[in-house]
């Protein structure tokens, strides 16, 4: 069920938090500037902290402040705001809090629709959405949706205890799980690179593919997250969400239908064909990593192990890589490689997919390979495709050169793609549910991770800290593409350099 002007209210539980701040206000904003909202909407904070709507409104105002344009009032927009202080477990706050929705109903003609947004610790997931329902906050005339953030549990069996806690209130399809990289540009393109390309979708499998890259690296150590970083590392924070969503949209089939049922059932496919490893094995397909000292965008920066609420002898991964096995029909032999960590070289998401060489080329120089022809994905910070092609480059040559046929999505339009969260958030409030993930790809991705997380927990890492703040990881993870004769692809994909 999806309209194109959405009338909802928005409740944010953790209203006065980072995510809040950072990254829904401001999106809230993109679309109300850009029309899509249009006056129908109203958005509650719900926090602990003791705020009046003004000062609500003044934080709401100061973290839109540089993308107010034109004659778009913020004024205005701030005035749909208002603050409700909670708290969690007295069921007197959910009646006024009722009450409160009730009247806001009335005066901006939201039709019973709302939207509860659960920016906050997950441990009180399961307390909000009971009392949400037994105080009749879900049940209006409206539609009721519940967006929750990660982390979607800590392993399989934490995520299912809080799944079945949500599901007694809500049903599946009220349930929006944000993953942000499905909001992204560019990762949503991946499904219409492959699908509307006959160039690409006929070469697309294992007897054209020799192997596919996908490398998330930032510059950011943890900040201020150590707390959080401590008990998740690299692993469940970036690899059970976002890197293996990734991989599904590359592996998948194409759906029947361009329907959010359709979409998921072909990634929940790639999710079960994953080549499961015992907890031995592990260490042939996955390498971990920690970052010490070094410099980053010319600046001396500390060691994982000196960061703030960090043990000083931690344990914790900052970096992961790995080699994953599809067992299916279509991508059997063929490995895809992800990488990601923090304090890396450069803030960069991109996919390299390799095509086989040719059995036989005329146009090399003898005793040189010549250059595979790779399709590059960036998702970010540029946004784009390149296609590494070889030519010949002067009259009379009888030997190729690399070229590049590029694409970029962002260069002369950068202000006008939208956001992640502004997309999803959209999207959320149409009912489309496609860009979320279902829980069996929620459940499926927790079941492949736990093996490596038991392996890494039961075996510490002896060698941590164990790559350069500023480089690309640890020299093991270059070892684990060598022995399949492989290398990297540096992050921009340059046509000759490899990643060092
Ligand atoms: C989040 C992780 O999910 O993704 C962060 O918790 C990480 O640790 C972030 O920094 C990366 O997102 P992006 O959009 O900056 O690549």
Redesign the pocket.
């Known amino acids: 069920m999806t309209t194109n002007n959405p009338k909802s209210i928005i409740v944010i539980f953790g209203a006065t938090g980072d995510l809040a701040k950072r990254k829904l206000f401001p999106s809230i904003f993109r679309l109300y500037r850009s029309g899509k909202l249009s006056e129908d909407f109203a958005v509650v904070g719900v926090a602990r902290r003791p705020l009046t709507n003004d000062e609500f409104r003044d934080n709401v105002k100061k973290s839109i402040g540089n993308l107010q344009e034109g004659n778009v009032s913020a004024e205005t927009f701030s005035s749909h705001f208002y603050y409700h202080p909670f708290d969690v477990t007295n069921v007197a706050s959910y009646q006024e809090l009722k009450s409160l929705l009730g009247d806001l109903d009335g005066k901006y003609h939201t039709e019973g629709n709302r939207i509860f947004y659960l920016a906050m610790a997950p441990e009180f997931f399961g307390t909000i959405g009971e009392n949400l329902k037994s105080e009749g906050l879900t049940s209006t005339g409206g539609w009721s949706r519940l967006v929750i953030e990660?982390?979607f549990g800590h392993d399989y069996e934490s995520a299912k205890e809080l799944n079945d806690q949500i599901r007694h209130v809500f049903t599946e399809d009220q349930i929006y799980r944000i993953?942000?990289?499905l909001g992204?540009e560019m990762v949503q393109n991946i499904e219409v690179i492959r699908f509307a390309n006959p160039i690409f979708e006929s070469l697309w499998n294992n007897q054209y593919i020799s192997n596919i890259q996908i490398t998330?690296s930032?510059t950011?150590g943890?900040e201020d997250?150590g707390r959080?970083?401590e008990s998740?590392g690299?692993l469940r924070?970036?690899v059970q969400?976002?890197m293996l969503q990734m991989v599904a949209l590359l592996a998948m089939e194409p759906p029947i239908k361009l329907k959010t049922e359709e979409i998921r059932s072909e990634k929940v496919k790639v999710l079960r064909a994953l080549r499961n490893m015992s907890e031995d094995e592990v260490d042939e397909y996955f390498v971990r990593g920690q970052y010490g000292r070094g410099i980053v965008n010319e600046q001396e920066v500390p060691a994982y192990r000196e960061e703030n609420s960090v043990d000083p002898e931690s344990n914790t991964e900052t970096f992961v890589s790995g080699k994953l096995m599809i067992d299916n029909f279509r991508w059997a032999g063929v490995p895809f490689y992800i990488r990601t960590g923090?304090r890396m070289t450069k803030?960069s998401?991109e996919i390299v997919v390799q095509f086989k060489d040719l059995p036989m080329n005329l146009y090399v120089e003898k005793d040189k390979a010549i250059h595979p022809n790779l399709l590059v994905i960036h998702?970010?910070p540029e946004e784009g495709i390149t296609l590494h092609l070889n030519a010949r480059k002067g009259e009379g040559s009888t030997t190729s050169t690399p070229i590049k046929l590029d694409y970029c999505n962002n260069c002369d339009d950068k202000m006008n793609t939208p956001e992640?969260y502004e997309r999803l958030l959209y999207d959320c409030m149409r009912g489309d549910a496609t860009n979320f993930t279902h829980w069996d790809e929620v459940a499926l991705s927790w079941k492949f991770v736990d093996t490596i997380s038991r392996a890494w927990t039961n075996k510490k890492a002896e060698n941590f800290p164990n790559y350069e703040s500023g480089s690309m990881g640890p020299k093991e993870s270059d070892a684990l593409l060598a022995k399949d004769g492989l290398h990297w692809w540096s992050v921009e994909a340059d046509t000759h350099s490899r990643s060092e």
């Open positions: 990660k982390p993953d942000h990289y992204k998330s930032e950011l943890v997250r959080y970083y998740s690299a924070d970036m969400n976002h923090k803030k998401t998702i970010q992640a």
